[in-house]
């Protein structure tokens, strides 16, 4: 039994990375102070917090910061009750950290790519590279679902938690440049996925609209340029 938590999160309501982590403690129903960070205009207390990288999201925990969206959400998952997050089957959970790894690894860099191109040959080769990764990810849901409703069965788990972060940013790029990451023709598994998993209560609590993922992208690629102009 954990006693009294005093729980304070700090991320950037745009951050897939502090989503994940903002979904962990939703599904364990735990109750925290959440912090806006401005990356931009980066505060003393996250340069504190987090030395190494300077970023979101942090966590702390009675005073002991964490830092890692992955490892947040697994130390959420070890010490609070409630339904699990990672499968309790070592083969299981061993798969789900693989494939993890493989969407921040093979899949965000290019979508993030997809954004930040320079020109229309580079956005259109990082487009090419997110489209493969998503392939491998309808592969991998067909055997990891097993014919259920998510990556981690009947419920949301590790991986859905991971690569579901992305989601709104797949939608903000598609407004952004017209590029489908998630075509129902190619991945109608990912697909169908995705619509149920954005009917989530833990979704509808900390995810937000396409629409501020795309005001943020025009301004992190206007401070790129402002950086590199000098």
Sequence with gaps: ?????????????????????????????VSYEYVEEDLFNKSERLLKL???????PVLIHNGKPMCESLVIVQYVDELFAGPSIL?????????ARFWTAYVDSKLFPPLMGIVMAKTEDERAEKVTETLAAIAQMEEAFAKC??????????SIGYLDIALGSLLFWFEAVRRMYGAEIIDASKAPLLAAWAERFGETAEAKEVV??????VQYAYKLRAAYAAAAAK
């Design 1 to 29: 039994m954990v006693g009294k938590q005093d729980l304070k999160l700090l991320g950037v309501v745009v951050s897939p990375f502090a989503i994940r982590a903002r979904m962990a403690l939703s599904m364990k129903g």
């Design 208 to 213: 937000p609209e396409a629409d501020e993922a």
């Design 145 to 154: 679902s097993e014919g259920n409703a998510f990556f981690g069965g009947d």
């Design 50 to 56: 987090n030395p190494v990288h300077k970023k979101v």
């Design 87 to 95: 499968p309790a089957d070592p083969y299981e959970r061993a798969t």
